[in-house]
């Protein structure tokens, strides 16, 4: 089947639901193995649509129970997004979770990790960076470029006309040299469904909430101490989104880490989805059982 068509099939067997938490709304899907011990919590990237996770759920469902969500358009900031992600998981009556995240969802997950220690079983980390001082500084140039990208996005007069501009130079940004045609078609394909479903409002939150992360507290090597042996990272060579001293500083700040490096560039998470998911399952075998 075509990707258009697996999405379609996957968000015909998993609806997601909405429910009321505080005076926030969370869209959210909630399912997998009810009598698992472990949850795993996947936090979407920048592309803010938690169904690009479909093979990844897919393929972990029979095992572990699964929860995952978009991310409410009334919250502005990174730190008050990871509060009420923890809130959404304690109010559905998980207590415990392994927080998943690639790209921008690896920021989330060491937010949460850093805030909730009590409700962290482990944390995997994909295609991202540290949170440390000195990759807010890296991450503070490296973000220049989306000032008048969010310019553009609130003010251009046809939005619809901006996607068309925008999904070519997506495309090209995320195919390596290494990627066979195959990938390079199948990632043509998801980011074309991916922009046309967007809209500007929704466009402005992503963008917003990746550009307001230079303002958080820098996390430290001692925020995540407590985990020692429970943090998965999966590092793409050529990763384009992060430089080697970004990926530097997250290994610095996570203790006693299981590292894997794979092939495949910034986008490996969504055409490379068995790689991933062989090295996380056997990161979840690894983890002894929650007290």
Not at 54 to 83: F, V
Request: glycine share 6%; proline share 5%; hydrophobic share 40%.
């Amino acid at each position: 089947m075509s990707f258009e068509q697996d999405m379609q099939s996957f968000c015909n067997t998993h609806k997601f639901r909405k429910i009321k938490v505080r005076n926030t709304y969370f869209e959210y899907l909630l399912c997998g193995n009810p009598d698992s011990k472990r949850t795993i919590v996947y936090l979407v990237g920048g592309a803010g649509v938690p169904t690009l996770y479909y093979k990844h759920i897919e393929a972990m469902e029979n095992d572990y129970r699964i929860l995952t969500m978009y991310y409410p358009q009334r919250i502005r900031t990174p730190e008050a997004l990871a509060e009420a992600i923890a809130l959404l998981t304690w109010k559905l009556g998980i207590r415990k979770a392994v927080w998943i995240g690639s790209s921008f969802g690896g920021y989330m997950a060491q937010l949460i990790a850093r805030k909730h220690p009590e409700m962290t079983d482990g944390i995997g980390l994909y295609s991202t960076s540290g949170l440390t001082a000195f990759s807010m500084e890296l991450l503070k140039k490296q973000y220049q470029h989306l000032i008048p990208m969010m310019w553009l996005i609130e003010n251009f007069p046809s939005y619809e006309l901006l996607k068309k501009v925008m999904i070519p130079m997506s495309i090209k940004n995320i195919i390596n040299a290494d990627t066979s045609p195959e990938d390079a078609e199948y990632l043509k394909a998801v980011f074309t469904w991916l922009y046309g479903g967007y809209t500007r409002e929704f466009d402005a939150h992503i963008t917003g909430l990746i550009m307001n992360l230079i303002d958080i507290q820098p996390c430290v090597k001692q925020d995540f101490a407590y985990l020692d042996g429970r943090v998965l990272i999966i590092l793409p060579d050529n990763d384009r989104a992060f430089t080697p001293e970004l990926q530097q500083e997250l290994l610095y700040t996570m203790p006693d880490s299981t590292v894997e490096t794979l092939s495949g560039g910034h986008a490996a998470t969504l055409y490379k989805v068995d790689s991933y998911v062989d090295a996380t399952k056997k990161f979840l075998e690894s983890l002894p059982e929650s007290e």
